[in-house]
């Protein structure tokens, strides 16, 4: 194990393995716990184990729990200036360290370098959104015939854990680190033990940023040991997760009579793509492919709001799956545009559903159960994009969130099959609608159960607008006006006119 000089002054050892601590009341350290174990963070483009991490145990949570109760009493009571203040600094200086981000983001994950300038450029909208946000929110005030003056009065909500998943780890820290700050709250976050590097990293920008001890805290570990108590100490005001349904639910339970606790969960997905023909004529039909396969596998198909249920319209599915696998091709496998995938786990977990679908007999357009392209051990995690048709609806492979790069492609009859085949799912977070008609966009739109609906485009996002998803997707919604509704709590003051 060697020392944190080595991640910040970008020196890649791989040897001596970084090892990550804590952040803690404003310092980098290891936790103190005598029965601390450490866990391995490989880098799936190799298979090298390039770090260690603490398994923090939840005495040394409890401890930074204890911390950020500390700070919150002067925390919730500064001004919004000065918040802002401190997370416009924060995105100025993860602007600074725009390409040492990137770079280990892509060396942890297996995303390609690429996509994850595009991540880290992302966190650094969180931060500057919400330094913004508050210094122009506004509070409903109404007068109820002219008896009473009645207005919100907010306040932060306490100390949270911000508890995110290994797809999008910076992005989706940030995403609330940034608004529970903002907002006066203070946070014990924790980063999956898969990709914790650039939380680690935050926690060294946080020192240079200069912001007050135990406003943040970071600890590193796993789901079991570190998650679990974090999110069941009593001293924890609010949950904030990202992740996995089984997850959601296990956090759900454990907190039930907790009745107290804010919960926000954001949860798993298995979108649909919906291709119409009017969307297939001559002059459409390249930004259809464009767009249906880059929501198919961008980031390797391993982002919460990938469509990797794609229904085409049956008098144009024939030349869809043609023209769409001839792009996947030439833009995501001869360019290798694709990156690894998260972990040996996960690429267990997607070859499991590969070998399913050969065993139902699905058709294999691209990828496939012994694809050559397929590696891992000491060469890394690969899986090359997979494009599958004659899968059955009550197939696992349809109805599992795979998360990886597997697309199945199914035809549809007419626009109420396609809206009946979309909502046949337990998920509910997003949709994608490809359509070259004006009155369909807002018809087959407003029938989707998904929080997130877009038409001819995908992943664009205003951080403003409500996060979240429908069903088995999560509960509440996050962004702008949202997110205040996550981190503070409301009372309405009624004065005498
Ligand atoms: P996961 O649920 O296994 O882990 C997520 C986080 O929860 C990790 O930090 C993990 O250590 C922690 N954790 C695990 N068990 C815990 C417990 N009992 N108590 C507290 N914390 C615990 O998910 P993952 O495999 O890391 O991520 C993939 C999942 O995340 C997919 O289902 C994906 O769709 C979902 N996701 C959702 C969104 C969204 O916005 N809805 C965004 C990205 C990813």
């Not at 600074?96 to 892509?106: G, K, N």
């Not at 690429?347 to 699905?362: C, D």
């Not at 799912?425 to 407003?446: F, K, N, W």
Request: aromatic content about 8%; overall charge neutral.
């Amino acid at each position: 194990c060697d020392t944190i000089d080595k991640a910040t002054t970008f020196i890649r050892s791989m040897d001596t393995p970084i090892c990550l601590s804590n952040y803690v009341s404003g310092e980098l350290q290891l936790p103190s716990s005598a029965s601390t174990t450490f866990i391995n963070s490989v880098e799936p483009k190799t298979g090298a184990i390039f770090a260690t991490l603490p398994c923090t145990q939840p005495s040394d949570v409890e401890e930074a729990i204890r911390q950020a109760r500390t700070a919150f009493k002067t925390w919730s009571k500064t001004t919004r200036v000065e918040r802002s203040g401190h997370l416009r600094r924060m995105s100025e200086l993860l602007r600074a360290h725009r390409e040492l981000f990137a770079v280990w983001e892509s060396i942890d994950q297996g995303k390609t370098l690429e996509r994850a300038r595009i991540e880290v450029d992302r966190a650094i909208s969180n931060f500057s959104y919400f330094s913004t946000y508050i210094l122009h929110e506004q509070t409903a005030a109404r007068m109820v015939d002219g008896v009473a003056l009645t207005y919100e009065h907010r306040s932060p909500a306490g100390v949270f854990a911000l508890i995110s998943p290994w797809n999008m780890p910076l992005y989706l820290l940030t995403w609330k680190i940034a608004p529970c700050l903002a907002f006066g709250c203070t946070a014990v976050a924790k980063p999956s033990e898969v990709t914790s590097m650039s939380a680690y990293l935050l926690g060294v920008l946080f020192q240079k940023a200069g912001l007050p001890g135990g406003v943040v805290n970071i600890v590193l570990g796993d789901g079991p040991t570190t998650g679990q108590a974090l999110v069941t100490s009593p001293l924890i005001d609010g949950v904030s997760f990202t992740g996995g349904t089984q997850t959601g639910i296990a956090i759900r339970q454990a907190t039930a009579h907790q009745i107290r606790k804010h919960l926000s969960l954001e949860l798993g997905g298995k979108n649909p793509t919906l291709v119409f023909a009017d969307s297939m004529t001559s002059s459409k039909r390249e930004a259809t492919i464009r767009i249906a396969a880059s929501a198919a596998f961008e980031n390797q198909g391993e982002i919460c709001l990938c469509g990797s249920r794609i229904y085409v319209e049956r008098s144009v599915y024939g030349e869809f799956v043609l023209k769409f696998t001839e792009h996947v091709r030439k833009k995501y496998v001869l360019r290798e545009t694709v990156g690894a995938v998260a972990s040996l786990q996960h690429y267990n977990k997607i070859r499991g559903y590969l070998r399913q679908a050969a065993s139902e007999n699905a058709t294999f357009h691209l990828g496939g159960v012994s694809d050559p392209q397929d590696k891992a051990g000491n060469q890394g995690y690969w899986i090359a994009p997979a494009i599958l048709t004659d899968v059955a609806r009550e197939s696992v492979v349809q109805t599992d969130e795979i998360f990886g790069p597997v697309v199945t492609i199914t035809p549809f009859e007419n626009e109420e099959h396609a809206v009946e085949l979309s909502n046949d799912s337990q998920y509910g977070l997003a949709a994608i609608v490809l359509t070259a008609d004006g009155a369909r966009m807002r018809r087959v739109g407003e029938q989707m159960e998904a929080g997130l609906v877009w038409v001819n485009c995908w992943l664009v996002r205003e951080l403003g607008t409500p996060f979240g998803g429908m069903k088995n997707s999560g509960t509440g919604r996050e962004g702008g006006d949202y997110s205040r509704d996550v981190f503070t709590v409301v009372r309405t003051l009624h004065l005498p006119a």
